[in-house]
């Protein structure tokens, strides 16, 4: 089946610095690709949804300065959190489309990055 | 609006107990509605779906029938697993206005041996 891999896994972080999330679909493109937070033992929030090639569009709430969003190929797109806090400590999920079985309405998760600020 | 409702957790049970997990949801549109596990510390992984009316998704032994007429997609497994004990997402997706995926807010299953 489709994969998607993330990178890295966990991320330890002082104040202040910036981080950057990769996501990659490693064996199909995808057009579009999709960022989520998830609280403990939450559900997933949807962050924003990146389009290759053009801009991010971001739920509401979410700053867009904050968290950049680069989808700059058909298999990768990276998310930066940028001059973190320890409030942004969390668990960041990626997921992708497959362009070509968009019909199926089907997406594909990376295994998650915990986020760890200090 | 989209929404999705599903049973709180956690739901705990011995090995080889019958499991459901209730989901409800109200959609503009016809949905297509989704089961996804999450076991500690990964991603989420697609268990099952089904995009019309009376379909029945199933996979590794569970099953949801989508019902239209009670709006409910109910995770169902006859016999559980201690391999089995991970957390639950209902979801469904609709594609009006564009593609976008609503989430319940999960339940924690733990099977115990």
């Known amino acids: 089946g489709a994969v998607v891999s993330q990178h890295p896994s966990r991320v330890i972080c002082k104040s202040g610095t910036s981080v950057k999330i990769e996501c990659r679909s490693l064996?199909?493109?995808?057009?579009?690709m999709f960022w989520y937070r998830q609280f403990p033992k939450q559900s997933l929030m949807l962050m924003a949804t990146s389009n290759e090639g053009s801009k991010a569009t971001y739920e509401q709430g979410v700053e867009k300065d904050k968290f950049l969003i680069n989808h700059a190929s058909l298999t990768l797109s990276t998310l930066t959190v940028t001059s973190a806090h320890p409030e942004d400590s969390s668990f960041y999920i990626c997921?992708?489309?497959?362009?070509?079985?968009?019909?199926?309405?089907?997406?594909?998760f990376g295994a998650g990055t915990r986020l760890s600020v200090l | 609006g989209n929404s999705v409702t599903q049973m709180e957790g956690p739901v705990t049970l011995s090995e080889e107990a019958f499991l459901t997990i209730n989901c409800t949801y109200t959609?503009?549109?016809?949905?297509?509605l989704f089961w996804y596990v999450q076991y500690p510390g990964e991603g989420l992984q697609l268990l099952l779906k089904?995009?019309?009316?009376?379909d029945k998704g199933s996979n590794k032994g569970f099953e949801a029938t989508y019902r239209k007429e009670t709006t409910s997609f109910h995770l169902e497994k006859g016999s559980v697993q201690v391999s089995d004990s991970a957390v639950y997402f209902c979801?469904?997706?609709?594609?009006?206005?564009?593609?976008?995926?609503?989430f319940g807010a999960g339940t924690r299953l733990f099977v115990k041996a």
């Open positions: 997921s992708a489309r497959d362009t070509t079985e968009l019909a199926k309405n089907i997406q594909y």
């Open positions: 064996d199909f493109q995808a057009t579009t």
């Open positions: 089904a995009t019309k009316a009376d």
């Open positions: 979801a469904l997706i609709v594609n009006t206005g564009g593609f976008k995926t609503i």
């Open positions: 959609a503009t549109g016809y949905p297509s």
